[in-house]
């Protein structure tokens, strides 16, 4: 680690040798520093008035290290007097002095009795420095005893560094180790701990022991999310064996409102799908998914009994009244599919009707905001006006609301789930968790190839504008993304090419032959700065695409360059020779279409039921599945966001705005076969 040194009015450099003669210990040596004193105003008498305490400076502790040195020759007095000096400039937001004066005591040599201290500072001067190593800082600070004086200083700087390492666990613990309130100590190791994923939890469990009572607690709201009087009673036990931890004294605020719930009445379920015309093919997958998963409750309860009934509503070429009319007094919904449908229904539902679409409704929020601030307006004007804001309070009841939080304000019962939720397969989805994929193991110069339609050029927008999010998060300016789009075979083989440096490497041996008038014996190389590449493309494109990179790719210059590509680009129907010019991809894609899940009993049925379903037919079912069984565990995973629900189409959660977020498994293509990756 590089100090910085500094040149200024009080101090320069100094070594030990010259110690003595250091304008920097000599700073207030001709003078006696001023005495600050109080001169009240308007005196009536000649009283002598009391002096205030002197100010301790920085430079005060130099002056006070060269007359120990001078006296006593003492260095250790004299360095722990130019620590103290270091630890005031820190004080007085003067990093750069800090540095130089901790610079001079490194350079003489740091005593044992003075040790700590010196780690300490060190730590506390460069913790936010960029240029600064967090495992340099971190590895210094093992040095300091964590019972000593310096121990709760230590396990802050700790937890600053862990955060900017990302390493939450490590933060986590040493958070514990502060002097911060129980209060907020568990809001923060609770946030982190409920943002790592299921799988590390038994690591981060061995690894840090203090933090298994909250893992405890995850685990075992996870368990029993869907049946709310068996987590209420669960919990009510945990608090009884942590009554004295952290945990007992300050809970989570959003676990205790999951205990507030009840196991949703549900007497009827309409369902809003195309089942005619253009989409009936699309909505009749939907609704097959949604009967399975009807059925697949009957057989899981042993009994039809509390089983709500299910009514279907055909939406083609209805308006909005005779769809709403269609629902009758059921109060819970699903769908519409369609982005149109969703946009003029949802608002128009009545008041206390639960709606899980099965679209996203982009301007939901907007809507909402713009109304809640029309209302606030009108109410602040005159009482001729207040049958107009009386008007819109009363078109803003008919509409759903949009948080747990804002459900329960609103005088809701906890015991349903939130009024509107949103649940999709949107392609978008698929682009950030293939960003945040890529990113998270460490890939910063990615090429991304997307075929020039619709649907991959809003993958291609999506990636790009999320992985420049993810960039601008670790303080990186550029993206380092090579871009390139294709409408046919040789464009994309003109564009692979391309990006990859493969033609400019021909032409630079053709200029040598040339020049040379000799044969060249040379390969075309490719660049070497690439680290991955990601593939937005349809199944047949992406089986020419892969081929063209494996011949750009050159072989002598080490590891293969790893081609990801979505489940759009995934077609199971097209038999054993695509898994030959797919070799080596990594994708995702829902579990259900993937090798060895644990629906296999279900997946002999709906092969019996529904013979030769094609991969978009699966995908619908798959869709139709999930939506039923997501329904009434809406209200814990809108109380407690960090739960999941592990779904045919992924494993399933809320975010903050009601909308489903879907993480999917991640597969390669090995042996012309498809291969689960759980690394």
Not at 602 to 623: E, I, P, W, Y
């Amino acid at each position: 680690m590089r100090h910085t040194g500094t040149t200024g009015k009080h101090i320069t450099r100094f070594a030990v040798t010259s110690l003595l003669l250091s304008p920097l210990l000599l700073v207030g040596c001709t003078s006696t520093p001023k005495k600050a004193v109080n001169v009240p105003t308007n005196v009536k008498s000649p009283v002598e008035q009391p002096v205030t305490k002197e100010e301790i400076t920085p430079e005060h502790k130099l002056v006070e290290a060269k007359k120990a040195w001078l006296e006593t020759r003492n260095k250790e007095r004299r360095d722990t007097l130019l620590l103290e000096a270091a630890e005031l400039y820190i004080a007085n937001q003067k990093p750069l002095l800090a540095q130089q004066v901790l610079y001079e005591v490194k350079q003489d040599g740091v005593s044992t009795a003075n040790q700590s201290a010196y780690a300490l500072l060190m730590a506390k001067v460069y913790v936010n420095s960029p240029d600064a190593s967090p495992q340099t800082l971190l590895t210094m600070l093992e040095t300091v005893p964590d019972q000593s004086q310096f121990g709760v200083e230590k396990a802050h700087l700790q937890t600053q560094l862990f955060i900017r390492e990302g390493n939450y666990g490590a933060a986590a613990n040493s958070l514990l180790k502060t002097d911060r309130t129980d209060e907020q100590k568990v809001e923060q190791v609770w946030t982190w701990v409920t943002s790592m994923s299921l799988s590390s939890l038994d690591d981060v469990s061995s690894q840090y022991p203090n933090l298994s009572p909250f893992i405890s607690l995850r685990k075992l709201t996870q368990e029993y999310r869907s049946n709310p009087e068996q987590l209420a009673a669960n919990l009510r036990n945990f608090k009884r064996v942590y009554a004295g931890h952290s945990l007992g004294k300050a809970f989570p605020k959003n676990v205790d409102s999951a205990t507030q719930l009840s196991r949703p009445s549900i007497d009827s379920i309409a369902v809003m799908l195309p089942l005619s015309g253009r989409l009936g093919a699309t909505g009749n997958t939907i609704k097959n998914g949604i009967m399975a998963a009807y059925y697949q409750s009957i057989e899981d309860n042993q009994s039809e009994r509390n089983l709500p009934q299910l009514s279907f509503v055909d939406t083609t070429d209805k308006d909005v009244e005779g769809i709403v009319s269609a629902i009758g007094e059921a109060k819970f919904v699903i769908g519409p599919l369609l982005k149109d449908n969703v946009e003029r229904i949802v608002p128009a539902l009545p008041t206390g009707v639960n709606v899980l679409a099965l679209n996203r409704f982009d301007n939901f929020q907007q809507a909402m905001g713009e109304l809640d601030r029309t209302i606030e307006l009108l109410a602040q004007q005159d009482a001729s006006e207040s049958s107009e804001a009386d008007s819109l309070s009363e078109q803003k009841s008919a509409m759903p609301p949009l948080s747990a939080e804002q459900g329960l304000s609103e005088k809701t019962s906890v015991a349903q789930p939130i009024a509107a939720n949103f649940f999709g397969l949107a392609p978008e989805d698929e682009a950030k968790q293939l960003a945040e994929l890529i990113f998270n193991k460490g890939f910063r110069a990615p090429i991304v190839i997307a075929e020039q339609s619709s649907l991959y050029m809003r993958m291609d927008d999506t990636f790009k504008a999320h992985w420049e999010t993810l960039n601008k998060a670790e303080g990186k300016r550029r993206t380092n993304i090579t871009s390139v789009t294709f409408n046919d075979s040789n464009s994309l083989r003109e564009g692979i090419t391309s990006a990859l440096d493969v033609a400019q490497s021909n032409e630079r041996i053709n200029q040598i032959e040339y020049m040379t008038n000799d044969e060249v014996y040379n390969m075309p190389r490719s660049r070497r700065d690439i680290d991955a590449i990601i593939a937005f493309a349809s199944p047949q494109d992406t089986e020419l695409l892969n081929p063209i990179i494996e011949a750009s790719l050159n072989p002598l210059d080490g590891q293969p360059i790893p081609v990801y590509a979505s489940s759009r680009s995934m077609d199971y129907d097209s038999g054993k020779n695509q898994w030959r010019d797919l070799k080596n991809i990594h994708f995702i894609d829902m579990p259900w279409l993937m090798p060895q899940h644990k629906w296999q009993g279900l997946a002999q049925t709906v092969d019996q039921a529904f013979a030769a379903q094609s991969t978009m037919q699966k995908r619908l079912f798959a869709f139709g599945y999930d939506a039923y069984e997501l329904l009434p565990q809406l209200g814990i995973l809108n109380t407690l966001q960090y739960l999941s629900h592990n779904g045919l189409t992924g494993s399933l959660s809320l975010n903050e705005n009601g909308e489903v977020e879907r993480q999917q498994p991640r597969a390669i293509i090995r042996n012309e076969k498809v291969e689960i990756l759980t690394e």
